[in-house]
């Protein structure tokens, strides 16, 4: 099911956005070829993985190796969704620039050269070999805890939301979505073993209760990163925008 959700939703991306210049597709009959494709893997997947599932124990353990192939897709859909939406954030000021210039006057749509999508897909590439190191081992370790199938859940909630967006012509943060779709997952865990345990301890009926200390010590998403995290995302916007002030006020007095 989770491989037929991947598949439904990249088929309907590429069916609205990347057969447009070929073929204009309305978004109900793009839906519709993302529902037969996404019925279609299902029906080819089930007994693949049914056949690899013979012989393996019902643990987390099992589950890396059927997660390994779909997880580097959902990665690839990902980065698929990252360029698609945080490359044309950075590209379409520099467009509208480029334009200004050649053009002397502004548009609400601007042809948008080849060098300045190659520019684009350079500098996420170059900035992500720099310093993605340390935003990858922060979200993929020191955030909550992440197995295969965890991991999974990640990556394709984040590029749905992605997707979603720039198709919509929402500019958001993939990081953002990305973090968002780590703390969701950690957050369920957490639910899920409170309720369990509720669960447990009803069943047994020994009226007993979880102490403050253990509770505190079974938290799966840390805190500090959380509220680390959740200030950025509050400071990012206002303190780009001053910053962006400042730097065009310095450069009218420099070069009026």
């Known amino acids: 099911m989770l491989i037929a959700i991947m598949v439904a939703a990249f088929s309907t991306y590429l069916a609205v956005k990347g057969l447009k210049r070929i073929v204009k597709i309305e978004l109900e009959t793009a839906l519709l070829i993302g529902l037969g494709l996404g019925v279609l893997s299902y029906l080819i997947t089930r007994p693949i993985i049914a056949r690899q599932s013979e012989g393996l124990e019902n643990r987390n353990k099992s ?8 997880l580097v897709i959902s990665a690839a859909l990902l980065s698929f969704a990252h360029g698609a939406n945080d490359v044309a954030n950075a590209v379409g000021p520099l467009a509208a ?20 999508m190659l520019i684009g897909a350079f500098g996420i590439s170059f900035g992500l070999f720099l310093f993605g190191p340390k935003l990858i081992r922060m979200v993929g370790n020191q955030i909550t805890k992440l197995n295969a199938m965890r991991a999974y859940c990640v990556s394709l909630s984040a590029a749905i939301t992605v997707i979603i ?20 997952v950690g957050f369920f865990r957490e639910w899920h073993m409170e309720h369990r345990i509720k669960l447990d301890l009803k069943k047994q009926k020994t009226g007993k209760t979880v102490a403050a200390a253990e509770r505190k010590r079974r938290k799966l998403v840390r805190r500090s990163h959380f509220l680390t995290i959740l200030a950025a995302w509050v400071i990012t916007v206002p303190a780009a925008a001053i910053l962006s002030g400042l730097i065009f006020t310095l450069l009218r007095l420099v070069f009026a």
């Open 165 to 184: 967006a720039s198709t919509l012509g929402l500019p958001v943060s993939s990081t953002h979505i990305a973090v968002g779709a780590v703390f969701g």
């Open 97 to 116: 620039i480029v334009h200004a210039v050649e053009i002397g006057d502004s548009a609400g749509k601007v042809d948008i050269p080849i060098w300045v």
């Open 63 to 70: 589950l890396k190796r059927l997660f390994v192939i779909p």
